[in-house]
């Protein structure tokens, strides 16, 4: 038996594009050690499938695979500038 999750069509609408713009918004630092971090388009369409589902930070967060606090971060990155 496998699974095969069901998007709602929203959500599959915003799959289908990239968002370039968001790297010169935010740009990545320099490495310097530690973790190199998150792909920040991949966390810009996070944000975009919460605003449009209305689901929380957390379901969105488990769909995508990365940490509640992680998506908050990158929130305030891209409303603060």
């Known amino acids: 038996m496998s699974?095969?999750?069901k998007m709602p069509k929203k959500v599959q609408y915003l799959l289908d594009f990239s968002y370039p713009?968001?790297?010169a918004f935010c740009p990545r630092k320099p490495f310097i050690g530690g973790r190199i971090g998150h792909n920040k388009e991949f966390l810009f369409l996070l944000l975009l499938i919460k605003k449009v589902t209305n689901w929380s930070y957390r379901e969105v967060a488990d769909i995508g695979g990365v940490s509640h606090s992680v998506k908050y971060n990158i929130?305030?990155?891209?409303v603060i500038k």
């Open 3 to 5: 699974f095969v999750p």
């Open 21 to 23: 713009q968001i790297n």
């Open 75 to 78: 929130k305030m990155c891209i």
